[in-house]
Nanobody, 126 residues
Framework: QVQLVESGGGLVQAGGSLRLSCAAS????????MGWFRQAPGKEREFVAR????????YYADSVKGRFTISRDNAKNTVYLQMNRLKPEDTAVYYC???????????????????WGQGTQVTVSS
């Protein structure tokens, strides 16, 4: 069993920055790739970024590439999402999740992630 708790969301103006955190407990954190997803009202949950267990491999959705950075600190059992140059279309609830595929992960499909946090709201005003 894994427990994930996101934090760091809030209201920010377009062009601003936020840093989301996801604290994990309950399992060997470094053994699993992690991902960030988001869901806007009336839309399906979509992939944002993922990172391998050791943190060396990252992958981003085209919509956030160059603006968002995923990282992790395995000593703190925490994964981060640094979001810069935010746009109104980034407004959503952001979720972190563990990749059931294990250390290297590799999936951008929500169905391949088995533990989820409760989400944190990010609102970007224009």
């Amino acid at each position: 069993q894994v427990q994930l708790v996101e934090s760091g969301g809030g209201l920010v103006q377009a062009g601003g920055s936020l840093r989301l955190s996801c604290a994990a407990s309950g399992r060997i954190f470094s053994g699993y790739a992690m991902g960030w997803f988001r869901q806007a009202p009336g839309k399906e949950r979509e992939f944002v970024a993922r990172i391998s267990g050791g943190g060396r491999t990252t992958y981003y959705a085209d919509s956030v590439k160059g603006r968002f950075t995923i990282s992790r600190d395995n000593a703190k059992n925490t994964v981060y999402l640094q979001m810069n140059r935010l746009k109104p279309e980034d407004t959503a609830v952001y979720y972190c999740a563990t990749d059931r595929l294990g250390y290297y992960g590799g999936s951008s499909e929500a169905s391949d992630y088995n533990y989820w946090g409760q989400g944190t709201q990010v609102t970007v005003s224009s």
